[in-house]
């Protein structure tokens, strides 16, 4: 089991999110489906983070799972 996440992209992961609906980020790194859980976080020690959209807009979604302000892209992958 290991705690430290798998940096998926040295990039964000721009989506179009839909207001009201619910994401949930991948913080482990290992989904097949970035930004986005699939479930390979499982013995991980990392637990997806949810995302509740409030509006219908593009955000960016962290791809280093470094950031500070996750799941959003705070350009934490510039220093990787």
């Known amino acids: ?3 430290t996440p798998i940096i998926a992209q040295k990039a964000p992961f ?3 999110v839909e207001a009201g609906k619910t994401y949930f980020w991948c913080a482990c790194g ?3 489906k970035q ?4 479930g390979s976080h ?4 990392i637990s997806p983070l949810k995302y509740q ?3 219908d807009k593009k955000v960016f979604f962290c791809g280093c799972k470094a950031t500070t302000k996750s799941p ?3 350009g934490s992958h510039s220093k990787l």
């Open 35 to 38: 930004p986005f859980c699939d």
């Open 30 to 32: 290992k989904s097949s």
């Open 14 to 16: 721009p989506v179009e």
């Open 42 to 45: 499982k013995d991980s020690g």
């Open 72 to 74: 959003l892209c705070d």
């Open 1 to 3: 089991m290991s705690d």
């Open 53 to 55: 959209a409030v509006a």
